[in-house]
């Protein structure tokens, strides 16, 4: 059995970055830490993937010698491709009321119910206890498989999804949703805030979703034997400016509720501040 908490404690204690770029990045810190601290876990996890590969290889094509890496794009790349089951399960919009009132004052805002903490929350309970009694991720995992998968290639798919949703659930517009006069319904966690274009970015979401322009360009997957070693590179930079120590001390809390709550504090603290539509932000927060 694999150990849930380890793998997800790695990657939450990773590198928040949410482009392509970022999400490799992000569990390449990950496997460095797994391979360290608990290799049989990379054996593990690498064995779990290795499932729907072989029987089903047109969803797993970008993936080569470092599935446990190249995996982590999965989760966007099948929402075109008969996944878009899941293209709900990438975030949460809490709501946050920049110019006050409270959820009574707008009705065109709606929660979706099935978001990143519910499948996050799902997968883990489908994990670690077989728990998949009114388990919604469960279901809609295991519903949309393609040429009849067993139940090692669902676990398969739910595992690139797990590695996929953890890293999109630091990206701080990935936890909020602004709501005001402007935005009734809610500004889709910056998607609907239009900055001026620089690398690609022309909204408030995409500019956090390249950690601020740090993290623009995309490496192409499956990874060369020189994106990997850059990749290692970018990680090991990352792991010297936050000790591992300081990395430990934060994967201890395993709750996908609770970063949704540090998502929504640190978008309305820092993301929304001093920021005007229409306008280049600073790359400096």
Same mark, same amino acid.
């Given at each position: 059995m694999?150990s ?5 404690g ?14 490799? $990045?992000?569990?390449? &810190?990950?496997?460095?830490?797994l391979?360290?601290?608990s290799?049989?876990? &990379? ?13 089903? !290889? ?7 010698? @470092?599935p446990?890496?190249e995996?982590?794009? %999965? ?5 075109y #491709?008969?996944g878009?089951?899941q293209k709900g ?5 809490e709501?946050y %009321? ?17 978001n990143?903490? &519910? ?8 994990? #670690?206890? =077989? ?16 040429? =009849?998968p ?8 739910a595992?690139r *999804? *797990? ?7 630091h990206q !701080?517009? @990935?936890?909020?949703?602004?709501v005001?006069?402007e935005y009734?319904a809610?500004d889709?966690?910056?998607n609907?805030? @239009?900055?001026?274009s ?7 979401h ?10 623009h360009? =995309?490496m ?5 034997s020189s994106s990997w070693s850059a ?20 994967? #201890? =809390?395993?709750? !996908? ?6 998502g $929504?504090?640190l978008?309305? #603290?820092? &993301? ?5 539509e229409?306008?280049? !932000?600073?790359?400096?927060?």
């Amino acid at each position: 059995m694999i150990s849930k908490s380890i793998i997800t404690g790695a990657l939450c204690s990773s590198v928040s970055a949410w482009w392509n770029q970022g999400h490799l $990045l992000t569990a390449r &810190v990950a496997y460095d830490i797994l391979e360290e601290k608990s290799p049989q876990t &990379v054996k593990d996890v690498t064995n779990v993937l290795s499932y729907l590969k072989s029987s089903d !290889p047109n969803w797993t094509v970008n993936e080569d010698q @470092h599935p446990m890496v190249e995996c982590a794009t %999965f989760g966007d790349f099948i929402k075109y #491709k008969g996944g878009s089951y899941q293209k709900g399960w990438h975030f949460i919009d809490e709501p946050y %009321f920049d110019e006050g009132g409270d959820i009574s004052d707008f009705p065109d805002f709606n929660l979706e119910p099935y978001n990143i903490t &519910v499948a996050i929350g799902g997968i883990n309970r489908w994990f #670690k206890d =077989d728990d998949t009694e009114d388990n919604y991720p469960y279901e809609q995992i295991t519903s949309h498989g393609y040429k =009849d998968p067993t139940v090692e290639d669902n676990m398969s798919t739910a595992m690139r *999804l *797990l590695i996929h949703y953890v890293g999109d659930s630091h990206q !701080p517009l @990935h936890g909020v949703s602004r709501v005001d006069n402007e935005y009734p319904a809610g500004d889709r966690g910056g998607n609907s805030f @239009h900055v001026q274009s620089k690398f690609g970015a022309k909204n408030l979401h995409a500019v956090w979703d390249s950690v601020v322009y740090s993290e623009h360009s =995309d490496m192409k997957t499956p990874l060369s034997s020189s994106s990997w070693s850059a990749l290692g590179d970018e990680a090991a930079k990352l792991r010297e400016t936050y000790s591992d120590e300081d990395l430990q001390n934060q994967a #201890k =809390d395993l709750d !996908p509720n609770n970063w949704a709550a540090e998502g $929504l504090e640190l978008a309305t #603290k820092y &993301v929304y501040a001093d920021i005007k539509e229409g306008e280049l !932000p600073s790359a400096e927060y």
